[in-house]
């Protein structure tokens, strides 16, 4: 059964390879599966001072940490790539400088050893400063390579003490890179300082904030996170829109993304042959505060600028991404002629109302999310009802009331010619 | 003798019509089985909500998906629907013991990534401070097979519910919830039928993953999870081809109906056997 199924998917690859390679020559990278690259974990750990408060459990914040470290890596799924790394665990001076620099690499990201992983989680004490910047940076330079999905776990239970970085806009200038690094955030203390700003953390990457006050919770929660981590995502293709259509980028079926600052406008192109339909879908996320009323407009253009098609979507209050789309399905050419039959370029606008809270960096632009789909073209409709069949106690009742109509004046009519028949 | 053919005929008729209304209540696709398999084909449904429309759980319609997350989180989930079914969605959120006034609320968009409008139900709602639990629902139009690129009407191939608070406390954020999540539908018969349908259902990437489909046939199930793709769901018995509706029942019948009343109606004018006037030679 399962070479079987081996066979079926080693048939399927080749014949999706040949497709891709005859019908998509320079686009089949795009959004294809990248399932071979192992997905990376990096556990960022808060080693500060203030790790050595007893209030979770009756025990330290530390030793929950370390007991939680330890079924996490028990639990870890083979295929993820796990690494460790500390904030605050060396340095105990008082000179900021240093402190602020204090981050280290606890165990690589790699294949993992889980007892080694595990000894080196045993020597930690509490003892520095709170270096969440630098740390997140760092921890994202450990993820650097390959194309699986990288997600970095923070668990910290103060806010960063070292200030003027902004960790909330290193996060943000991370998920910026392109990478496709999300960090997920744990907070150990319910303080509203240190709750704004890991959530702010994870709301620039597009990963979750949580709140924790028992063990079980951490465990359960990075265990979570670890899971979902191995759970393998199609890795969108970094692509850079222009100002105007002409500048173009021009793109295939697939998933792109891209970045759009405030008020910008961006510009792709796609090639539609007569016959296929363009499916097009852009997702603008709001990864930092803005204000509550927000729209993306995404419309489709001819070459010459008049529009096709728009899509458009607008919302107030909280949201993470909005998003809209369109489709265009181009008519089958009428002439024969080979020349007519060319691909037209159709440009994508794509457009957002969305405006910083004030306070707000705007740089880097909001993260722009792009699918493109050009498929065979729909079956046009010519009638309302399927096939020109209808349905309905109306529709029986004309049929009868024809039928007898029919069926009585067949019948007078042959009466007729059997009298005129009968006279001659 | 005339009178009690013709009253043989009506009742003939009667029973034939009723036929129709048979077939509008009997489901010609199984969305209903969905629905009943749901109680008790529950040990695979998932258990974890995704966080983006590109990581969404995708769930079977009838499946009770459950989730953990935390408040503030934005829970993603996808659904297939095929054209003539209703689908309603139906969410339950798990509060903390102890919170303020909070607000959820669930959106359904469709392959397009379009926002879908709720015919009805409760798709945004208060928690007050401190109760337990909060129900949504999200009743949405009918899917139709094929419709102008203009409109914004639902059409077959996945669709993405996000569950999120809208009006959260900061006090809230962060607190651990729960919530689960069910699709079921009501299958619209051919009276949301449309002459027209789309080449592929709107599921995305579908341009890059129906190369592979079309090779593998029945094992994709199993080795798609290693192939990451942006959405690889499908109904439990495939994509409707489009071309049945109950509207073949209907018309058919019609047609039976239409020829016996014109037996009928030749019947009256002709009288039975021969004209009592005509001489035996004739």
């Known amino acids: 059964m399962i070479t079987r199924t081996r066979l079926a998917a080693g048939a399927c690859a080749l014949l999706a390879a040949l497709t891709a390679g005859t019908a998509f020559p320079a686009g089949a990278a795009a959004g294809e599966p990248t399932g071979e690259d192992a997905p990376k974990v990096d556990l960022v750990l808060d080693v500060s001072g203030s790790m050595r408060t007893r209030d979770i459990d009756g025990g330290t914040r530390m030793a929950a940490a370390k007991q939680a470290f330890n079924e996490v890596l028990d639990a870890t799924p083979e295929e993820v790539q796990l690494g460790i790394r500390t904030l605050g665990a060396d340095y105990p001076g008082d000179d900021r400088k240093t402190g602020c620099k204090d981050t280290a690499q606890l165990y690589p990201v790699g294949p993992l050893d889980r007892t080694e992983a595990k000894t080196a989680v045993a020597t930690l004490s509490p003892t520095g400063w709170t270096p969440i910047g630098p740390a997140l940076l760092k921890a994202a330079d450990d993820l650097d390579g390959g194309d699986g999905s990288k997600r970095i776990v923070l668990i910290s239970d103060g806010e960063d003490t070292c200030a003027p970085l902004d960790p909330c806009e290193v996060a943000r200038e991370i998920a910026a890179k392109g990478i496709g690094v999300t960090i997920d955030t744990l907070g150990l203390v319910p303080s509203t300082k240190l709750r704004r700003q890991l959530s702010c953390i994870a709301e620039a990457t597009g990963g979750t904030y949580t709140s924790v006050e028992h063990t079980d919770e951490l465990t359960d929660k990075v265990n979570q996170l670890v899971d979902r981590a191995a759970d393998p995502v199609v890795t969108p293709v970094a692509t850079e829109g222009a100002d105007a259509c002409a500048k173009a980028p021009t793109l295939e079926s697939g998933l792109y993304t891209d970045r759009e600052e405030f008020g910008q406008q961006r510009w792709y192109r796609v090639d539609v042959e007569p016959g296929q339909e363009l499916r097009a879908s852009v997702s603008v996320g709001a990864d930092r505060a803005v204000n509550p009323s927000h729209g993306v407009l995404l419309r489709a253009v001819t070459a010459n600028g008049r529009e096709i098609v728009r899509g458009e979507a607008a919302g107030n209050g909280r949201t993470d991404v909005l998003s809209t789309g369109l489709r265009y399905p181009k008519a089958e050419s009428d002439d024969s002629d080979e020349g007519n039959a060319a691909a037209e370029a159709v440009c994508l606008q794509v457009t957002n109302s969305f405006s910083p809270a004030s306070g707000v960096q705007t740089t880097p632009g909001l993260p722009l999310e792009l699918t493109v789909d050009v498929v065979d073209g729909p079956s046009d409709s010519d009638d309302v009802a399927s096939f020109g069949l209808g349905r309905g106690w109306w529709l029986l009742g004309l049929l009868v009331l024809v039928g007898f109509l029919a069926g009585l004046l067949w019948g007078w009519l042959s009466r007729w010619r059997f009298a005129v028949w009968r006279t001659n | ?282």
């Not at chain 2, 607190?175 to 999540?181: D, R």
């Open chain 2, 1 to 282: 003798m005339r009178c009690t053919r013709l009253l043989g005929a009506a009742v003939m008729l009667l029973a034939l019509a009723a036929a129709p209304a048979a077939a509008d209540s009997s489901p010609s696709a199984s969305p209903s089985g969905g629905a009943a398999g749901g109680a008790s084909g529950d040990s695979d449904a998932p258990t974890v909500a995704g966080t983006s429309f590109r990581t969404a759980t995708e769930i079977d319609q009838g499946q009770r998906a459950t989730a953990s997350g935390s408040a503030g989180d934005y829970l993603y989930w996808s659904f297939p629907a095929d054209a003539g079914q209703r689908p309603t969605v139906q969410a339950t959120v798990k509060l903390p013991e102890t919170h303020a006034a909070e607000t959820w609320r669930i959106d359904v968009y469709d392959g397009l990534r379009r926002r879908q409008a709720c015919q009805w139900g409760a798709e945004t709602r208060t928690a007050q401070a401190d109760a337990p639990s909060l129900e949504l629902a999200c009743v949405l139009r009918t899917v139709r097979a094929w419709s102008e690129p203009w409109a914004n009407d639902p059409l077959p191939g996945t669709y993405y519910v996000r569950l999120t608070a809208v009006n959260l406390p900061a006090s809230g954020l962060g607190a651990p919830v729960s919530a689960e999540v069910q699709v079921d539908s009501k299958d619209m018969g051919g009276a949301a039928a449309v002459d027209g349908s789309l080449a592929e259902p709107l599921v995305p990437g579908i341009a890059v993953t129906s190369g592979q489909d079309d090779g593998e046939g029945d094992g994709d199930s199993e080795d798609g999870e290693r192939n990451a793709v942006l959405s690889a769901i499908e109904p439990e018995d495939g994509w409707s081809s489009g071309w049945w509706s109950d509207r073949w029942v209907w018309t058919g019948i019609g047609a039976v109906l239409a020829a016996l009343a014109g037996i009928g109606g030749y019947a009256l004018t002709r009288g039975t056997g021969r004209p009592r006037r005509v001489p035996p030679g004739a």
